[in-house]
């Protein structure tokens, strides 16, 4: 399900716990590290497509989360041509998200990568809120860098221990990104699939 400018609808998650650390997900038999996300299927809404993902990917049932908040509008990143699909090309751009934060009132035990047939992540761990986005695939890193920037105000206004966009990444900002295998979720679905 592509919109009418080729992105494909989606949603990302960044789940933190009480010391609002960030879930970080290992993708599965690859070196890149990233944040729980998925498309939305045809009739659902972003907090249903959210909530299934969340399951899919980390195990995790509504009852051991808690929505913080979620970004005012779509965040869109460009796929680059050579990780389209070939039959995709010309109409796929990449994918446009709306990124929740949770936070999670369950248990660290409550998390489960192998929760389906077809996990996301072989493993996770948890880290600061503002990660060094360098392990992040580099089409991906300005929308993080948006997302973490635009929800770190539920998190840190009280406290004022809030950054700028700047803050998102290591020392000096986003640097090179290591080798990455090709993540295998970019592509659109296959027809007949929502």
Do not use: C
């Amino acid at each position: 399900m592509l919109d009418k400018e080729g992105y494909r609808p989606n949603v990302g998650i960044i789940l933190v716990n009480q010391r609002n650390e960030v879930f970080w997900g290992k993708r599965i038999r690859e070196h890149s590290w990233q944040f729980p996300q998925g498309g939305i299927n045809r009739g659902e809404t972003p907090e249903q497509a959210m909530y299934r993902e969340l399951h899919e990917e980390v195990g995790l049932q509504p009852h051991h989360v808690r929505i913080i908040g979620r970004t005012r509008d779509w965040l869109r990143y460009e796929v680059p041509q050579q990780w389209v699909r070939r039959e995709w090309r010309g109409h796929y751009r990449g994918q446009k998200q709306i990124w929740f934060l949770l936070r999670l009132v369950g248990r660290d035990t409550d998390v489960s990568l192998r929760a389906t047939n077809q996990p996301e992540f072989d493993a996770w761990r948890w880290h600061d809120y503002w990660i060094p986005l360098e392990s992040v695939i580099d089409f991906k890193r300005e929308v993080y860098k948006q997302a973490l920037t635009e929800l770190s105000r539920f998190l840190f206004a009280r406290s004022g221990t809030a950054r700028n966009s700047e803050g998102a990444g290591s020392s000096g900002g986003v640097g090179a990104a290591p080798d990455s295998a090709a993540p295998d979720s970019e592509a659109p679905p296959q027809a007949g699939q929502a």
